[in-house]
């Protein structure tokens, strides 16, 4: 039996996602074609638009679908006069890797210990002075601990300083009401499978005002800003997980039930282990994500250990190319080094029952039980 925990990596497939992407595939026209069968194509592309426009709070015509949310974020800082950005040091590798290399110039906004923005910095990093536009870009719930960063503050200090904002919503959207209108950001980004959608296809909502230049060349799909024939069946996908994911948000108990799972899930472990810390655990945060440090073991060791025992769940610290390195999220924090080299990440969605999260304390006992760090941890306590 499997047990999959990792939300925050990629959600399960929605089923009537899989629905809403077969009907697309067998729609023959290409969306830009005249004839009849390329209207019908259209007219599922912007029925997708529309749904996934509703879930970001803003009109449609402000989309441009994009091939993955990393791609979004790119395209976020594609500027065509070359800005001075002003990244969160918590921000996602496809913001941080780009902004570096942009030739406007690049500073990166700290956070607090709990993982929050310093407003303070931010405020201090726009008074110095710059020869061309800023954009200042902070995600609005971070992927490892799920903390949420204060979107609106944010905007308003970017604002009266002049400078634009991206708001990198990925982590976010489906899980907190996104509003980009009422927000008052210029550019924000979102990704499917994170939804419950399908992976490979993100969204760029950006204001009309905001020009960008393209990072990819060709026909004029996507407003000239993002050439290629549309991902059809993705998009497709993409709108009715967007579809799902607000009517979450707006109606019904899953947003409670999902803080539920979580909060269970971490007063068993808690009360059990003392020594756990639950990362980000005293500001808001995701209602369905735990980042949890179990000082003195490995987190990769956990990650090992609990795939053995049939649970998808994830370290916060990445594993490329076989190094594993320390979480840059973490280490922003300034989480000492024994405790983000323990931190593990649970999170939860919307096909996840409290059985799997009383099965996952349980597994607790027995991965953490045959760990060296195991006594000091007091795992004895925990639920058999
Ligand atoms: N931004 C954040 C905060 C993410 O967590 C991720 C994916 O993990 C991305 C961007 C990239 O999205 P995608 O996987 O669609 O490229």
């Known amino acids: ?123 201090a990093l726009l008074a110095e002075p710059s020869d061309g536009p800023v954009l200042v870009t902070v995600m609005m719930a971070n992927n490892e601990t799920g903390v949420l960063q204060p979107s609106e503050k944010v905007v308003e200090i970017a604002k009266q300083a002049g400078a634009l904002v991206h708001i990198d919503a990925v982590q976010a959207a489906g899980r907190v009401a996104l509003e980009f209108d009422r927000l008052g950001a210029d550019l924000m980004s979102l990704s499917a499978h994170k939804l419950g959608g399908p992976k490979g296809v993100g969204v760029l909502v950006k204001r009309a005002e905001i020009t960008l230049a393209p990072l990819i060349a060709g026909g004029g799909q996507e407003r000239s800003l993002r050439a290629g024939t549309e991902n059809l069946p993705g998009i497709a996908g993409f709108g009715r997980a967007a579809l799902s994911a607000l009517a979450e948000l707006t109606g019904g108990t899953e947003i409670e039930r999902q803080r539920d799972l979580r909060d269970r899930l971490e007063a068993a472990i808690a009360a059990a282990t003392p020594a756990v810390v639950v990362v980000g655990g005293q500001v ?15 987190a990769e060791t956990l990650v090992i250990a609990f795939d053995l025992e049939g649970f998808a769940i994830s370290a916060g610290s990445a594993c490329s190319s076989g190094k594993v390195e320390a979480s840059h999220v973490l280490a922003a924090m300034d989480l000492a080094p024994g405790l983000a080299s323990s931190a593990i990440r649970v999170s939860v969605g919307y096909a996840t029952t409290i059985q799997e999260i009383d099965a996952f304390v349980a597994a607790c006992r027995v991965v953490l039980g045959r760990n060296a760090g195991a006594a000091a941890l007091g795992v004895d306590r925990l639920p058999a």
């Open 1 to 123: 039996m499997s047990h999959y925990l990792d939300y925050n990596a990629t959600a399960l497939g929605r089923p009537e996602v899989g629905v809403a992407v077969a009907d697309a595939l067998a729609l023959a026209g290409n969306p830009s074609s005249v004839h009849a069968p390329g209207r019908r194509a259209r007219a599922c592309l912007e029925d997708a638009r529309a749904q996934v426009a509703a879930l970001a709070g803003t009109s449609p015509e402000n989309l441009l679908f994009t091939g993955s949310g990393t791609e979004a974020n790119n395209l976020a800082l594609s500027g065509p006069r070359p800005a001075r950005i002003l990244a969160s040091a918590i921000e996602h590798p496809s913001i941080l890797r780009p902004a570096a290399e942009r030739p406007g110039g690049f500073a990166l906004i700290p956070v607090d210990g709990h993982g929050v923005v310093d407003l303070g910095a931010l405020k």
């Open 284 to 298: 808001p945060r995701l209602v369905n994500t735990s980042c949890l440090a179990f000082p003195g073991v490995a």
